[in-house]
């Protein structure tokens, strides 16, 4: 992985492949979420967490619809 952020702390590098070198950090975090709080709360109102399988096909629409629009990309520092 020191390879990948050395290559990526290079800005042609960085603005080439669209990303910023915190990207790394973000794929290789290893979080655990818990959302027993929440299923909790909600538990009598009638709203539910929806599974990631319910959302995804919204995410991948948004961004085969956006993937151009420059106002949603980051802009490489």
């Known amino acids: ?6 290559l990526l702390s290079l800005k042609p590098i960085r603005s080439y492949l669209g990303v910023e070198k915190e990207a790394l950090d ?7 979420f818990d959302s027993s709080q929440a299923h909790e709360d909600l538990a ?7 599974s990631f399988r ?15 629009e420059k106002a949603y990309h980051i802009q490489i520092r």
């Open 44 to 50: 009598d109102s009638g709203i539910h967490c929806p």
């Open 26 to 32: 973000y794929f290789t975090w290893r979080g655990v």
């Open 1 to 6: 992985m020191s390879l990948s952020k050395a």
């Open 54 to 68: 319910e959302t995804a096909p919204a995410m991948i629409d948004f961004y085969l619809r956006n993937k151009n």
